[in-house]
């Protein structure tokens, strides 16, 4: 991929990320402008970009729940 067309698929990303999915569609079909490698670069980096929030946020919630869970057995200890 050219500089160029990754320079416009990542500004493009940027634009289109925070988007609901129906307003995302009509995005991309302007932003694109008929060019389906783009817009198929664009979806790939939207789906990689949700995939690791994702992975993050069920990081976080595993390691809360192993906090709280320890927190919570040495209260019990020390009642």
């Excluded at 493009?12 to 670069?41: I, K």
């Amino acid at each position: 991929m050219s500089t160029e067309k990754w320079n416009r698929a990542q500004n493009v990303f940027l634009a289109a990320a925070d988007l609901a999915p129906p307003e995302r569609g009509r995005f991309l079909d302007e932003a694109c402008e008929g060019d389906p490698g783009l817009r198929s670069e664009v979806e790939s980096l939207i789906r990689a970009d949700r995939g690791s929030a994702e992975f993050l946020t069920s990081l976080v919630e595993s390691e809360a729940v192993r906090l709280l869970g320890t927190r919570r057995k040495s209260q019990r200890r020390r009642t």
